[in-house]
């Protein structure tokens, strides 16, 4: 059975004329790295909110379908039992961040849920540690960068050591080489832990290369599902107006060109650059 | 023009922030301050429209030291877009939004109406005119920031992170409209993570780490230097990456344009057009 399953899911916020999603049907199994991507708009956000029950619970308005999360129903499921298997980090961090230092922010999780004070200091350490915050760990979360609100946000929801994890445009605010990182991290958890990953993303030259499954939304609905190769070579893709990485964009543009390359669609530069060397070396 | 000379700003915390900047932004041009998470940007951008008053040393906006008038005057002509939208917005509906502040600069309800049209059409936001600034996605309230900055045309733009949460559309049209604004001799001056969005717009950039300046010059020399770019925490943009793999080849190392890319590439592989 898959981990997360949406059948028919449509769901319209209070006071909105239209549904933000519209029979949204996708399934994921664990283990999985998926990336969500679509236009600024379409509905990425609103499904985030629907696998922790944030949808309905917090936000009211019209919800339809069945939504299946780790055995669980979030629709009849507290959000504080949901919050057991879906660590959430929302697109800003700083509507989750509240504590008077990042350390009781990362820990305030698992001390609602009972954990002994020991567990308690492990994880929470484990998980700054991981996330590059540490030294932080005595600051106030609202005195550090929005890059840095970033990690806290990451850590507090990692140091639960949920299941699923949802993850909302978690490094918008993060320079090029910390979001690297920070996406390293969660691929080796998920390699390694067997984490199952939901990633919402625009930016798919830093993400595309670590996702087993993509997802491309538009208008409220999935318009494309598949690995992100195929995903990307599909001319809807580009027509929905995703930011293809400039990797595989070359790759297409050459090959209209007439260039043939030997090895499948680039998701990287390293990847175009290793089938341009082999190309130049046979000129 | 903006000067700034020799420019230290340090926090109440006792932080310091700036180390001693010196940097000349002349009208209509096209700066990228980019560098790691905390290396100053942000600060050094506040001090432009007087948000924030130099420690020590000097910043003149159109030859007026800021710390001798105030935001609000300097508002006129320093648009500033924050990073987060939600530290700027509060109106009821997206129209009030943007007409906020031409309300305060007192211009003529005919004229403000047209400006909160032209605003709301070039960010795509017309069908949310009569909506809540906080019913909206993220990438839309960054674009209701935006546009209420836009509205009061002021000379000087900066705006801080612009692309986070915009798609590839938006990206463009971005694009498309500073380009526009610098052919009307507007300065814009964005911070920016987003290499790709700096390698296709091809401003001038400054690279900022602890405090300081580390490079300043053409995007298409800084954006290959690699040693240089991760010192600043910034990786290399996508066509460069492959162009500097390309070692053994006759082929520049210097290309970020993909355009640029595919003829040479095209070139060097002798392909025959179709």
């Known amino acids: 059975m ?84 879906v660590g959430l980090v929302f697109q800003n961090p700083e509507n989750q961040l509240f504590a008077l230092s990042i350390e009781k922010d990362v820990a305030f999780g698992l001390e609602n849920l009972g954990y002994p004070r020991a567990e308690i200091r492990r994880r929470i350490d484990w998980a700054m540690k991981l996330t590059g915050i540490y030294e932080l760990r005595e600051k106030s979360p609202h005195e550090v960068s929005g890059g840095q609100q970033q990690r806290v946000a990451i850590a507090s929801v990692l140091a639960m050591q949920p299941e699923i994890l949802v993850l909302d445009e978690p490094t918008s605010f993060l ?38 499954r993509m997802i491309l939304m538009d208008e409220g609905e999935v318009k494309l599902q598949g690995s992100p190769r195929e995903v990307l070579s599909r001319e809807e893709a580009r027509l929905i107006g995703v930011g293809i990485p400039k990797a595989t964009l070359l790759y297409q543009m050459l090959s209209k060109e007439g260039v043939k390359l030997d090895g499948p669609i680039p998701l990287s530069s390293d990847e175009l650059a290793t089938q341009l060397k082999e190309a130049l070396e046979r000129v | 023009m903006i000067e700034a000379e020799n420019v230290h700003f340090s926090y109440p915390n006792g932080i310091e922030a700036v180390k001693g900047v010196s940097l000349t932004v002349q009208d209509g041009e096209f700066v990228a301050i980019m560098g790691q998470n905390g290396a100053g940007k942000t600060t050094l951008v506040k001090h432009f429209n007087g948000l924030l008053k130099p420690t020590s040393g000097v910043v003149r906006v159109d030859g007026v030291e800021t710390t001798k008038t105030t935001v609000a005057s300097l508002a006129r002509n320093v648009g500033f877009v924050f990073q987060n939208p939600d530290h700027q917005l509060f109106s009821e509906t997206v129209e009030e939004e943007i007409a906020f502040a031409l309300k305060n600069f007192g211009f003529e309800r005919d004229v403000m109406q047209k400006r909160v049209d032209w605003a709301l059409k070039l960010l795509g936001l017309e069908k949310y005119r009569k909506t809540s600034p906080f019913l909206l996605s993220g990438g839309e309230r960054k674009r209701v920031a935006l546009a209420s900055v836009l509205a009061w045309d002021p000379k000087i733009l900066i705006l801080d992170e612009p692309t986070i949460g915009q798609d590839h559309e938006q990206k463009e049209k971005l694009r498309q409209f500073i380009i526009q604004m610098q052919t009307q001799k507007r300065t814009i001056i964005i911070v920016t993570h987003d290499v790709e969005f700096v390698a296709e717009c091809n401003p001038r950039v400054v690279l900022m780490k602890e405090g300081k300046i580390i490079a300043d010059g053409e995007g298409k020399n800084i954006l290959t230097s690699a040693e240089t770019l991760t010192d600043a925490s910034i990786v290399l943009p996508q066509v460069a990456q492959v162009f500097q793999q390309l070692s053994n080849s006759t082929l520049p190392k210097n290309i970020i344009d993909i355009y640029e890319a595919k003829v040479l590439l095209c070139k060097a592989l002798e392909c025959k057009r179709r």
């Open chain 1, 2 to 85: 898959p981990l997360v399953e949406t059948k028919n899911l449509t769901y319209t916020y209070v006071g909105a004329v239209s549904p933000s999603i519209k029979n949204i049907n996708i399934e994921v199994e664990k283990g999985e790295f998926v990336l969500v991507t679509g236009p600024s708009g379409c509905g990425k956000t609103t499904l985030c909110r629907c696998f922790n029950g944030l949808i309905p619970h917090f936000y009211q308005g019209t919800l339809n379908g069945e939504i299946t999360v780790a055995g669980l129903k979030p629709t009849e499921q507290p959000t504080y039992d949901m919050a057991k298997h």
């Open chain 1, 175 to 212: 320079d090029p080489l910390s979001a690297e990182r920070i996406f390293e991290v969660i691929r080796s958890l998920n390699k390694t832990l067997g984490l199952t990953v939901i990633l919402v993303e625009h930016r798919l030259d830093l993400t595309a290369k670590y996702a087993d």
